[in-house]
């Protein structure tokens, strides 16, 4: 950050951009949990990285203090048929953000609908990751996980991420 004084006040002449990512993660095995038809589901958010000091996240909600945020990420869904995924403000009762539109072939695909976009909060708001999928799967509905093999070496499954951009 770049800050000047006057002697009485100071100003921003230039920041770089901070930024956080909420994610639902499982360990290494356990799957994304299960879809129900037609509904729309809220995520798991269960884990913040990064700069923690504009956003928190608690029972998987997302809050953040006001400014201008670049948000992209993704929502993974399996044997679902359709799904998309949402970014929704509790506070402001409304959709803010839509995800891609998917069509998943019932055949052992996985896919994810995509989300971006920017958002400007003007007050602390609160925010949940909301998913709807067409089709009922129990249990991996929500992602499978990929850890299938003793040979994968990775520690944590991810289902859901959010890379959040507080650029002003």
């Known amino acids: 950050m770049e800050i000047v004084s006057d002697g009485t006040n100071w100003k921003i002449l230039h920041y770089d951009s901070i930024f956080a990512y909420a994610k639902h993660t499982e360990t290494s095995g356990t799957n994304g949990g299960s879809s129900t038809a037609n509904t729309v589901q809220t995520r798991t958010i269960n884990n913040l990285t990064g700069d923690t000091g504009f956003a928190s996240i608690?029972?998987?909600?997302?809050?953040?203090?006001?400014?201008?945020?670049?948000?992209?990420?993704?929502?993974?869904?399996?044997?679902?048929?359709?799904?998309?995924?949402?970014?929704?403000?509790?506070?402001?009762?409304?959709y803010d953000l839509d995800g891609t539109s998917v069509v998943v072939a019932l055949d052992g695909t996985s896919t994810s609908s995509n989300i971006s976009g920017q958002i400007i909060v003007t007050s602390t708001e609160v925010f949940e990751l909301r998913h709807w999928t067409q089709g009922t799967k129990a249990t991996t509905g929500l992602g499978f996980a990929a850890d299938n093999h003793a040979s994968n070496p990775q520690s944590n499954e991810v289902y859901a991420q959010l890379k959040i951009t507080k650029i002003r």
Do not use: D
């Open 58 to 94: 608690a029972t998987n909600q997302i809050t953040l203090v006001p400014g201008t945020y670049e948000i992209i990420g993704f929502s993974e869904a399996y044997e679902v048929s359709r799904h998309q995924v949402f970014l929704y403000s509790i506070t402001g009762s409304t």
